[in-house]
């Protein structure tokens, strides 16, 4: 039984005031999580939600996965950006040249995503949420693809990427090098497995190029795995 893709969670000292954060820029409700935390659903076909989760943690590294967010255009795309900005965002140089077209901000928290000029075709099919953009290697993008079952859509070079069979964003990652993890990574997927099969699906996954990580990396009854990069997911308890 394959896992599917429940939440992408975020560590955050004030998980209430980030989830405002990405309710009022997503337009995404506020839902109740079985798991303790602090939800957002989407109101299109994006399919999994967004989960804000208390860590007492200071962000210090750059995350591994951020979100592109696109723009029917230029108009759209400084729109997003204002909003951004009334919300609690901020302008953020991670090494972006002043001419790239598209604006990378961060989250009240620095959580980088970045909006995206209008007229990209990578992601001209996709919805506002239009990449989960990740740093990794070729072999992560095939695990991933396996894992999820989600078919490869873009698998050039060292980059490649994945989309649900449904629809919404797509995953990518971008090849090596790779940015350095310190600790517990801020960002990572919650999978979810339907009732009996979790233990099935730990070894299918561990198969796959998965490891199981120690304790106090998930939340209460949670596995904690890492995929072939070192990034950790946690497979979640099923829901009561």
């Known amino acids: 039984m394959t896992s599917r893709l429940f939440a992408v969670t975020f560590d955050a000292n004030r998980p209430h005031q980030l989830a405002r954060f990405w309710s009022g820029l997503l337009g995404w409700q506020a839902a109740d999580d079985p798991y303790g935390g602090v939800a957002l659903l989407p109101g299109d076909d994006t399919g999994f939600r967004l989960r804000f989760v208390a860590s007492e943690q200071p962000k210090t590294l750059q995350n591994r996965m951020h979100f592109d967010l696109t723009s029917q255009s230029l108009e759209q795309q400084q729109q997003t950006v204002a909003r951004a900005l009334e919300l609690g965002g901020r302008h953020i ?118 490891t199981l990580l120690g304790s106090g990396r998930c939340e209460s009854g949670q596995v904690a795995l890492a995929d072939p990069d070192g990034n950790e997911f946690c497979l979640l308890a099923p829901a009561e």
């Open 93 to 210: 140089d991670i090494g972006q040249s002043p001419d790239d077209p598209h604006v990378v901000l961060a989250d009240p928290e620095g959580d980088e995503f970045c909006v995206i000029e209008p007229g990209n075709k990578f992601l001209a099919e996709c919805g506002f949420v239009g990449a989960l953009a990740c740093d990794g290697s070729q072999a992560v993008g095939y695990f991933w693809s396996r894992a999820l079952d989600w078919p490869l859509v873009w698998d050039q070079g060292e980059e490649t990427a994945i989309r649900s069979p449904h629809g919404g964003p797509k995953i990518t990652w971008g090849g090596p090098p790779l940015m350095p993890v310190d600790g517990r990574q801020r960002v990572h997927f919650d999978l979810a497995v339907a009732g009996s099969g979790r233990q099935a699906e730990i070894e299918r996954l561990l198969s796959l190029g998965a």
